[in-house]
């Protein structure tokens, strides 16, 4: 539990999902956790809670302006980092690729690939100082496995994957470690909206789109959010020091997309 204490952590979209189960595990082992998100209500809600060594900033990360102003503000608190998360990601729309526009594919690209781009540029130099650390990418089996009914949402996953390996390439001199983590169907309000959204554009029942998600597993299992900050917390770790430009599924063992 000591392994990461007193680290500094940056999480984006991290008051909620992956993101904010990640903060608390990280928290409660010791990190000192500054988050990013767009929703006010539940920012105030995290500032409020003296309790946690968690501080939440208001940030749209589709917007370039506002997250240089993220970094200028954690520059007042702290002038390196052990790690920067790229959480943030939408599921985006479901439909055939006949059917899905240019503005559906900009909107996913813009959200879960540009902005990983931005947070990774403003964090290095902070890190640099550090005198290397982690950037941790929050991918997806879709990027390796693709995903039907979803094509954008799997691209960018992909090319999260792909902006792992090219950074981790660059970085590697500096002592900067990047890894990717692909999450498989995890439990959260994430996927009980695209199982609805999938449920309604095929006409079939919720639970049948439930059962053929989690059956794609050979362990038929959910992945929790928890499960996804217990190896954000090992790759931030001394345990993970030489670990970096990998892929890493947390999936039950996917053995299928469809």
Same mark, same amino acid.
Not at 98 to 103: G, P
Not at 156 to 181: D, Q, W
């Given at each position: 539990?000591?392994?990461?204490?007193?680290?500094?952590?940056?999480?984006?979209?991290?008051?909620?999902?992956?993101?904010?189960?990640?903060?608390?595990?990280?928290?409660?082992?010791?990190?000192?956790?500054?988050?990013?998100?767009?929703?006010?209500?539940?920012?105030?809600?995290?500032?409020?809670?003296?309790?946690?060594?968690?501080?939440?900033?208001?940030?749209?990360?589709?917007?370039?302006?506002?997250?240089?102003?993220?970094?200028?503000?954690?520059?007042?608190?702290?002038?390196?980092?052990?790690?920067?998360?790229?959480?943030?990601?939408?599921?985006?729309?479901?439909?055939?690729?006949?059917?899905l526009n240019?503005?559906?594919?900009?909107?996913?690209?813009?959200?879960?690939?540009?902005?990983?781009?931005?947070?990774?540029?403003?964090?290095?130099?902070?890190?640099?100082?550090?005198?290397?650390?982690?950037?941790?990418n929050i991918? =997806?089996? %879709?990027?390796?496995?693709?995903?039907?009914?979803? +094509?954008?949402?799997?691209?960018?996953? *992909?090319?999260? @994957? #792909?902006?792992t390996k090219?950074?981790?390439?660059?970085?590697?001199?500096?002592?900067?470690?990047?890894?990717?983590?692909?999450?498989?169907?995890?439990?959260?309000?994430?996927?009980?909206?695209?199982?609805?959204?999938?449920?309604?554009?095929?006409?079939?029942?919720?639970?049948?789109?439930?059962?053929?998600?989690? =059956?794609? %597993?050979?362990?038929?299992?959910?992945?929790?959010? +928890?499960?996804?900050?217990?190896?954000? *917390?090992?790759? @931030? #770790?001394?345990?993970?020091?030489?670990?970096?430009?990998?892929?890493?599924?947390?999936?039950?063992?996917?053995?299928?997309?469809?």
């Amino acid at each position: 539990m000591t392994l990461i204490k007193n680290k500094k952590v940056l999480i984006t979209a991290g008051a909620s999902g992956i993101g904010w189960a990640t903060a608390k595990i990280l928290n409660q082992r010791g990190a000192r956790v500054f988050v990013c998100d767009v929703d006010r209500n539940k920012v105030d809600k995290i500032n409020k809670n003296k309790k946690i060594n968690i501080k939440a900033y208001l940030c749209n990360v589709d917007d370039k302006n506002e997250v240089k102003f993220f970094f200028q503000q954690i520059k007042k608190r702290t002038k390196k980092i052990d790690c920067l998360i790229n959480n943030v990601g939408i599921a985006g729309p479901t439909g055939s690729i006949e059917n899905l526009n240019s503005d559906n594919w900009s909107q996913i690209l813009k959200t879960n690939v540009i902005s990983h781009f931005l947070f990774t540029k403003y964090s290095i130099p902070l890190l640099k100082k550090n005198k290397g650390g982690s950037i941790i990418n929050i991918s =997806s089996t %879709a990027g390796v496995f693709g995903f039907p009914l979803r +094509s954008p949402y799997a691209v960018s996953k *992909s090319a999260t @994957i #792909s902006f792992t390996k090219t950074a981790a390439m660059e970085l590697g001199r500096f002592n900067i470690r990047v890894n990717a983590i692909l999450p498989g169907v995890t439990r959260g309000l994430r996927m009980k909206k695209v199982i609805e959204a999938k449920s309604k554009y095929l006409g079939v029942s919720k639970n049948k789109i439930e059962n053929d998600f989690i =059956s794609m %597993a050979s362990m038929n299992c959910w992945i929790e959010e +928890s499960d996804i900050g217990k190896l954000c *917390s090992f790759l @931030i #770790s001394e345990d993970g020091k030489k670990i970096s430009g990998q892929s890493i599924a947390v999936d039950g063992n996917t053995i299928r997309a469809d």
